[in-house]
């Protein structure tokens, strides 16, 4: 397994932006995918975004509506989640996680699919 750790969560304004970094350590196979979920009070776990092992794939779920884009650093081992326009609706703790899957061309959405998880951080977006 991989460790994650996310940053770059806080307390901001309906359309302002965030950038959230995910750094992972310990896993030094080839490269593997990153997801990106989030989770609001009372709701399930959904994914927000995804970024291929290779660096060349991208998956973002609809309600991201172009509003979010996701990019990697392999020197830093890092993944960032730069979102812009940001909604109340936005509100959760957002995750990174790393799949079993070692396919460098595939982006799992499946939560299912991912058996490393960061511990999260706080989005909270007021009105």
């Known amino acids: 397994q991989v460790q994650l750790v996310e940053s770059g969560g806080g307390l901001v304004q309906d359309g302002d932006s965030l950038r959230l970094s995910c750094v992972a350590s310990?896993?030094?196979?080839?490269?593997?995918?990153v997801g990106w979920f989030r989770q609001a009070p009372g709701k399930e776990r959904e994914f927000v975004s995804g970024?291929?092992?290779?660096?060349?794939?991208?998956d973002f779920a609809d309600f991201v509506e172009g509003r979010f884009t996701i990019s990697r650093d392999y020197a830093k081992s890092a993944v960032y989640l730069q979102m812009n326009s940001l909604k109340p609706e936005d509100t959760a703790v957002y995750y990174c996680?790393?799949?079993?899957?070692?396919?460098?061309?595939?982006?799992?959405?499946?939560?299912?699919?991912?058996?490393?998880w960061g511990q999260g951080t706080q989005v909270t977006v007021s009105s």
């Open positions: 996680a790393a799949p079993f899957l070692r396919d460098p061309w595939v982006v799992p959405t499946s939560e299912e699919a991912y058996d490393s």
């Open positions: 310990g896993r030094t196979d080839s490269p593997y995918a």
């Open positions: 970024i291929s092992g290779s660096g060349t794939r991208f």
